[in-house]
């Protein structure tokens, strides 16, 4: 059979395959909406449009999964977060295609990912001592759910470093990213009171997206070229402002880390962002004198300012923001570590006693016990260990080496001015930025091995596609 005819017919095998199943989907949501069921209707219509879009999509499926990564909370009104739904989809369509031969395999296993293998064969190892297992849409225990998305997230990785993104599919890719955590800030707004995002409540966290979408400016243009054109002074400055406003430390120093470091990739008008940065600091430094003496910031702005001496709100000691609060976090992982440095506390599998333990610390006025129960130890290393034990944390450093060293090869070998080197610089410093703050943020296993794999796995994909447009130019 010719080639054409051949591709035409695997083409038809999967539209029919699709179109069975999505009447399927149709026949039984419509009959359970005639008993009231609610969550099938959601069901049915997340089918409906996610078929749709990969229709439309076609070869470029990835792009659904790459905006869903980007929208990394619970989406309303579903169980996944938006990381496990893009994994799932991207994992599954890539597989079909494969056995279709819409796509080919070469066989080859990137580096990047074989250096993931001590470090996924330990993880599996304490969960198979450690046995906890899945509900459809959660866990039957508390850690089961972490589990599952840590594989999505290994699995995710090998699939996109099978791939090779172009020049406009790079700009799509980051472009797609990008609205992701601008949606879900948008969601998030909506389903809050404007009232409590300015005044002394949390809800301005819902703001944090907007600290991934900042630095995109800086992967892409130079300090001058923001300045001298206003719609990009414009975008710049409300989405630093917003992300600023969300109240994160680390959210609020992410668009300056990656400001100081892109200029040494991109290679021109390093002066100038040097100068813009002493700049940003004087400005900074006004902020702070004044506060309490000639105004008084907004809660949210002088959360991520505390760090620096200054005269701020007593409700921020209150809140939490002292070293004590990370202190005491990390003093209860280094007695999980000396309990046992193998294999930790036995991975996310919390047992009865341990939850019993943290509600009657908390009973008592101890907020630190919900972060322990949660396995949110504010310091990654610390809390791989506690977790799954010291060589974890070891296999979980040598991933990291071998990232950041090819990183800082493959960044500097992007073509210069291309999509492939934005995309890759902005996954590439977002990295730098998680890894500096492994030391005092953070800290949850799951949710930082999420997050890294997923930018690893999305940034392999352009290296792939930018030293193929450097061996064809």
């Known amino acids: 059979m010719p080639r054409n005819r051949e591709s035409a017919l695997q083409t038809k095998v999967v539209q029919i395959v699709f179109g069975l199943g999505l009447l399927g989907i149709v026949v039984f949501a419509t009959k359970s909406m005639m008993f009231g069921s609610t969550m099938i209707a959601k069901a049915l219509t997340v089918a409906i449009v996610g078929t749709a879009v990969v229709f439309a999509l076609d070869r470029r499926y990835w792009l659904l999964s790459a905006f869903l990564f980007g929208f990394y909370n619970t989406i309303p009104h579903l169980k996944f977060t938006g990381t496990e739904l893009g994994a799932l989809l991207l994992i599954s369509i890539s597989f079909v295609r494969m056995a279709l031969q819409r796509d080919k395999n070469n066989g080859r296993i990137d580096p990047i990912v074989v250096v993931t293998i001590p470090f996924m064969a330990w993880f599996c190892l304490v969960w198979a001592m450690n046995p906890t297992g899945l509900l459809l849409f959660g866990s039957s225990r508390i850690g089961g759910r972490f589990y599952f998305r840590v594989v999505l997230a290994f699995l995710s990785l090998f699939v996109l470093s099978k791939m090779k993104f172009d020049n406009d599919e790079s700009k799509q890719l980051v472009c797609a990213v990008v609205m992701g955590y601008v949606v879900q800030s948008l969601v998030g707004l909506c ?283």
């Open 191 to 473: 389903f809050r009171n404007m009232e409590y995002i300015v005044s002394n409540d949390n809800s301005h966290y819902v703001l944090i997206p907007f600290t991934y979408v900042a630095p995109l400016f800086l992967c892409r243009f130079s300090a001058s070229e923001i300045l001298s054109r206003p719609w990009l002074s414009f975008g710049f400055m409300l989405t630093f402002f917003l992300g600023f406003w969300s109240g994160n430390r680390t959210g609020a120093t992410r668009p300056i880390l990656v400001g100081l470091l892109a200029p040494f990739f991109l290679r021109r008008d390093r002066l100038k962002t040097i100068v813009l940065m002493f700049f940003a600091s004087f400005v900074l430094l006004i902020l702070v004198l004044g506060q309490g003496n000639l105004w008084r910031l907004p809660f949210a702005i002088q959360r991520p300012l505390s760090f620096l001496p200054g005269k701020w709100d007593r409700k921020l000691e209150q809140y939490g923001f002292n070293d004590n609060f990370r202190a005491t976090l990390r003093m209860y992982a280094r007695e999980h570590i000396r309990a046992n440095p193998w294999f930790g506390d036995g991975g996310f599998s919390l047992d009865s006693n341990e939850i019993a333990w943290s509600n009657a610390q908390f009973a008592h006025g101890d907020a630190f016990s919900g972060h322990v129960a949660a396995r949110n130890w504010h310091n990654v290393w610390l809390g791989m260990a506690a977790d799954f034990g010291i060589p974890l944390s070891v296999f979980w450093g040598l991933f990291m080496a071998v990232l950041l060293i090819s990183g800082w090869r493959d960044a500097r070998r992007m073509p210069p001015g291309s999509w492939n080197q934005t995309a890759y610089l902005y996954f590439y410093l977002l990295i730098i930025v998680e890894f500096v703050s492994f030391f005092f943020a953070g800290g949850h296993t799951a949710r930082t091995t999420e997050t890294i794999f997923l930018w690893t796995g999305m940034m392999t994909a352009v290296k792939n596609g930018g030293v193929r447009l450097l061996a064809s130019s």
